[in-house]
């Protein structure tokens, strides 16, 4: 989720339109596709009105709305209810899905893109061109401020096309930005909903650019803007793509897996995305759409949304879809040519668990592994169907007599502190709750209290990890994560050893490492799963994003895991290999 305000100046561009805009604004919601809402806050002073636009993924539009609704209405109800005498505040919620157009440009070249891209007017304040041409002397964005909001109007892009990536001038540094956020900079007319709505549609088509084009003497001449021209205002922000640090800088694998993924994210309004797309992309920059930009999330080592957020709506309805693709894909394989999940003792090998990992419900029944299980009878029989709701080999019922409690996902930038803070405590559940109560009265919010006991707070959390392969391996995903005692620790850190010195395993009178890997452990050692998992092209290694119990996070801090791989992959049959892995704890995403 993206939160951006509306940069509050001491010169308003259109003080008329401003008012007419409170004066017009109601409440109401749009039809379309798209990401960004916009909350207006009026009230009967002579302050303008604030505007803050939320951009979020698609699938939680409309409960990012309803949330929106509640929380105004609330926040409303307190204000009357402490001060009745004061004027009646106002809230109006948006729908911008039809007002605006998004693009990300990522990269090390994406400052030259966009320069190359865009010509600005000549009316964009003082500081702008002093950030206009620091973009040349930029090697990459990750330099700037996080979030810097830079607003500017620029001409039609299709009257200098085809455009050129400005070049790097010489003489670099480490931070050759001279001009810093500020809240003159960031102002866009943009924000100006009579704005928009003038330019839904271009004044030109490209059939009349190009011929305006002809007409030039030298062909291939860009074309001078007139005053019929339209101006579009646009507004730039840098974009980071990076993981949270470890709990400790000095990590073995903080220095080699600390990448980052920077570039800008361009909002336009609504009716120029085609006009803008052809100069973007004509020098060579890759399009791309959600699964392109989930790639990038995951090389940046940070987790994705809906994929990566078990317990929410959006993961659910992800991994259903993803659990019927699986198991569809894998009963249509022949039963000789497909992997024996009951042999090898895959308790869920399409959907993880995470109840059964808790401790919330019973595993399932292990099916038989008789071969004969396999064969499929000629004669029609009648089959008792299952419920929609239930995946087939999983449990819904919680264990008897406990109380079925709700689990839920601990994620935050705060989430390594916190786990320091409990790890050394006698009673943890109690720390957990009352760090949640000092985060929850630190934003305005009242206490939990009551209304959660600490034991099954303690109980229903999970915590998100980045798992890191101390050797050869490449985590899948769905892959199972085990605990290890010490012995298993032992046996093999001394695997590892020998594998690093080059000695052969004939040589060794100690277990392998392949020995290890061939060593199946019991169901009941799985302490999580992965959710994204692969090969790591930044990295140049395996490396994977799961989600383990807080409570064996605590017992497991310091200790090596290790993940076993499913392999659901086309092909014969193969079994199962673990590999010796670590965890770190993710603070925070992008």
């Known amino acids: 989720m993206t939160v951006i305000w509306r940069p509050v100046t001491q010169e308003r561009t259109n003080p008329e339109a401003a008012h007419s805009e409170v004066s017009k604004s ?28 939320i951009r979020v993924h698609p699938s939680v539009v409309h409960v ?132 928009r709505n003038g330019l839904r549609k271009p004044k030109y088509k490209k059939k009349d650019i190009d011929e305006r084009k002809s007409q030039n003497l030298v062909p291939g001449t ?24 470890p709990i400790s800088p000095s990590s073995h694998h903080y220095a080699s897996n600390s990448t980052a993924l920077h570039g800008w994210t361009l909002i336009i309004p609504q009716g120029w995305a085609m006009a803008f797309l052809p100069s973007l992309i004509y020098t060579g920059t890759r399009t791309g759409g959600q699964r392109e930009r989930q790639t ?54 399409w959907k993880p668990d995470w109840e059964v990992v808790l401790g919330l419900r019973e595993p399932p029944a292990q099916e038989s592994e008789d071969p004969a299980s396999e064969l499929i009878p000629a004669q029609r029989t009648d089959v008792e169907m299952e419920s929609e709701e239930t995946a087939p080999g999983t449990s819904t019922q919680p264990r008897k007599g406990e109380k079925e409690i709700r689990p839920w996902l601990l994620r935050g930038q705060d989430v390594p502190s916190i786990l320091q803070s409990i790890s050394s405590m006698i009673n943890p559940s109690a720390g957990l709750l009352g760090c949640i109560d000092q985060l929850r009265i630190k934003r305005g919010q009242d206490p939990l209290g009551g209304n959660v006991r600490a034991n099954e707070l303690w109980q229903g959390a999970l915590v998100r990890v980045r798992v890191l392969l101390c050797g050869r391996g490449n985590p899948e995903d769905l892959a199972m994560l085990y605990r290890l005692d010490d012995e298993e620790a ?28 061939k060593l199946v452990p019991s169901t009941d ?61 993710l603070g925070y995403s992008t």
């Open 26 to 53: 109601k409440k109401r919601r749009g039809k379309g596709k798209g990401k960004a809402k916009e909350r207006e806050r009026a009230s009967g002073q002579a302050q303008p009105p604030r505007k803050v636009w």
């Open 64 to 195: 990012t709305h309803q949330t929106l609704r509640v929380a105004a209405s609330y926040a409303l109800d307190a204000a009357k209810t402490a001060d009745p005498s004061r004027e009646v505040a106002e809230v109006d919620i948006v729908d911008l899905r039809e007002h605006v157009n998004v693009f990300e440009i990522m990269g090390p070249k994406s400052s030259q893109v966009i320069k190359g891209a865009l010509k600005p007017t000549n009316d964009n304040g003082d500081d702008f061109p002093k950030f206009w041409d620091s973009l040349s002397k930029l090697q990459s964005t990750g330099s700037l401020p996080r979030g810097m909001v830079v607003g500017f109007t620029v001409h039609d892009p299709r009257l200098s096309f085809p455009p050129k990536n400005a070049k790097l001038e010489g003489g670099l540094t480490s931070s050759p930005m001279t001009v810093f956020p500020s809240a003159k900079l960031a102002q866009s007319d943009i924000w100006d909903e009579n704005v």
């Open 222 to 245: 860009p074309l001078q803007p007139t005053q019929k021209d339209n101006r579009v205002p646009v507004i730039l922000i840098q974009r980071s793509v990076e993981g949270a640090s």
């Open 296 to 349: 990038q999330t995951y090389e940046g080592g940070c987790a994705y949304f809906p994929r990566d957020y078990p317990f929410t709506q959006a993961y659910e309805e992800y991994a259903d879809e993803r659990e019927i693709e699986e198991e569809d894909r894998w009963e249509r394989r022949p039963p000789a040519k497909r992997v024996n999940y009951a042999k090898i003792g895959t308790r869920s090998p």
């Open 490 to 517: 032992r046996k093999w850190n001394e695997a590892e050893a020998l594998r690093q010195q080059g000695v052969p395993a004939m040589l060794s009178e100690d277990t392998d490492e392949t020995e290890l890997s």
């Open 525 to 585: 050692a799985i302490i999580g799963y992965v959710t994204t998992g692969h090969y790591s092209l930044s990295r140049g290694e395996g490396h994977a994003i799961g989600a383990v119990p807080i409570a064996h996070a605590k017992l497991a801090a310091g200790q090596d895991s290790r993940s076993r791989r499913d392999h659901l992959q086309s092909g014969p049959p193969r079994g199962t290999q673990l590999r010796l892995s670590r965890t770190m704890y």
